[in-house]
């Protein structure tokens, strides 16, 4: 049951400020005046949040994490830009996450996603459910993150970039370009290696979906057709199941091209 916030007396926490009941606050944390935490949050200490910055339920943040300040882009003008937070989230320490850059946008990051140390998720970045950051991997502006992708240590991100539903980033990968849901990618720069298949048995993905994206990769990256052709062969040739779907459709959107 949720109670009264405890707050740590040398954290200085602004009067505008709205702390949830149950909330934990540590030594040192400095919380500005647009900041809303909601219920059971932990902020252990000497972490900042700071900016026009929502944080959900039950948010666990580590020391020297910093949340919610200005972006580092130099396109920056003023305005009111935020950073929106969801539930259940780790932010371990010396994790960054900056607000976005141009008036009325924000930064956001879903829920239950694990973000380990020095994690950087740059301005306008749209980060979903379930995400694993490994120690210093880096997202650069405006990339969005699919629910439940992998991204290894060290990985760095280019912004613009898409990384899909259930996707894997190996360690000290360079991502230049897009890399499609429920596949591998490794490599400097990195390159689409197989399907994600331990990622699809931990997320229950069916036999038959998993045998139909096997093909779909094959088709895809191995098979020597343009994207066009091959996504024409994978609709005909394969069945229409919602994994299959997902993939067509997110490269059918892809801007910057797929990571092959």
């Known amino acids: 049951m949720s109670h009264l916030a405890e707050i740590h007396p040398t954290a200085i926490i602004h009067p505008g400020a709205q702390v949830g009941p ?39 943040i580590f020391p020297f994490a910093s949340i919610g300040l200005k972006t580092q882009d130099l396109k920056w003008k003023g305005g009111v830009t935020r950073t929106q937070i969801g539930d259940d989230n780790t932010f371990r320490e010396y994790v960054t996450i900056h607000s976005a850059t141009s008036d009325g946008e924000a930064t956001t990051v879903g829920s239950g996603n694990h973000i380990l140390a020095y994690c950087h998720i740059a301005h306008n970045v749209t980060l979903g459910n379930r995400v694993i ?23 760095a991100v280019h912004q613009f970039c898409r990384i899909g539903r259930m996707a894997i980033i190996g360690g000290c990968s360079k991502v230049v370009q897009d890399v499609p849901p429920f596949m591998m990618a490794d490599g400097n720069p990195a390159e689409t290696r197989t399907i994600n298949k331990v990622g699809l048995e931990r997320n229950g993905i069916s036999a038959e979906a998993h045998a139909a994206l096997k093909t779909a990769f094959k088709i895809l990256f191995r098979d020597k057709l343009t994207v066009s052709n091959a996504l024409t062969r994978i609709e005909a040739e394969l069945p229409p199941l919602p994994e299959i779907a997902h993939l067509l459709e997110f490269v059918r959107k892809s801007e910057r091209g797929i990571s092959k």
Do not use: F
């Open 22 to 60: 149950g909330c934990r606050i540590g030594p040192y944390c400095v919380i500005g005046e647009h900041v809303t935490l909601g219920a059971d949050c932990v902020l252990h200490s000497h972490i900042v949040v700071d900016g026009h910055t929502r944080l959900g339920a039950r948010n666990e």
């Open 133 to 155: 950051m490994s120690n210093v991997a880096t997202l650069a502006g405006h990339v969005t993150v699919e629910d439940h992708a992998v991204i290894g240590g060290l990985a």
